[in-house]
């Protein structure tokens, strides 16, 4: 299974702050078809994840453009520019390059 | 509009079988694939399975022979049924809908289970 490696655990910001989140993938998430299923999703307390960035990049619908996603092969990270207090929560980045699809351990974004 | 919700027993015994329905709306299973992913309490998430549009079904090999996963199209409703129940399979179980972009966009709020001795 493809093992993906997310950092940190826990991530202390300060509203209007930024904050950078890493995953990393024990191969490489580029398909055969050139394409790299990477996507990340933020879960509030109590709630189900919501989808934020899709193949790497790519802003879902309605999600802020303080939301920013980059990477390729094995190595990823998430940006989230002026945090809101609505952005504190935990975030996983998921693989469906390969199966089976894995999730990283999560990052707690949480106020300092 | 898109909407999942998942249906199922608050608390299974030890051993015994866990089933869940999954209801969709808006849109259709003969278009769109559903998933089955689980969270334990305070912990990750586990992605344990797949109905594909087409009626076939993908599962991860973590649940062995254990997971089984069908649709009723007719009413909208993919089911999970995973049997031999330990304390470790305690969690909140969510169906999603997977988009051809290969990532799941809207979700179910999730049911809650239980498995006690």
């Known amino acids: 299974d493809v093992v993906m490696t997310q950092t940190p655990v826990s991530l202390p910001v300060s509203l209007g702050g930024q904050a950078s989140i890493s995953c990393r993938s024990s191969?490489?998430?580029?398909?055969?078809?050139?394409?790299?299923?990477l996507h990340w999703y933020l879960q509030k307390p109590g709630q189900s994840p919501q989808l934020l960035i899709y193949r790497v990049s790519n802003r879902f619908s309605g999600v802020p453009d303080r939301f920013s996603g980059s990477g390729s092969g094995t190595d990823f990270t998430l940006k989230i520019s002026r945090v809101e207090p609505e952005d504190l929560g935990d975030y996983y980045c998921?693989?469906?390059?390969?199966?089976?699809?894995?999730f990283g351990a999560g990052t707690k974004l949480e106020l300092k | 509009q898109v909407q999942l919700k998942e249906t199922g027993p608050d608390l299974v015994q030890l051993t015994q079988t866990l089933s869940i329905t999954c209801t969709v709306s808006?849109?259709?299973?003969?278009?769109?694939?559903v998933h089955w992913v689980r969270q334990p309490p305070g912990k990750g998430l586990e992605w344990m399975g797949a109905m594909w549009n087409g009626g076939g079904t993908d599962y991860n090999s973590a649940f062995k022979s254990r997971l089984s996963i069908s649709r009723d199209t007719s009413k909208s409703q993919v089911f999970l049924k995973m049997n031999s129940l330990q304390t470790d399979d305690t969690a909140k179980y969510f169906c999603?809908?997977?988009?051809?972009?290969?990532?799941?966009?809207?979700w179910g709020p999730g049911t809650m289970v239980t498995v006690s001795s």
């Open positions: 999603a809908r997977h988009h051809w972009g290969r990532y799941f966009d809207f």
């Open positions: 191969q490489s998430l580029v398909h055969s078809n050139g394409n790299t299923y």
């Open positions: 998921l693989q469906s390059t390969h199966f089976p699809y894995t």
């Open positions: 808006g849109f259709s299973l003969t278009t769109y694939n």
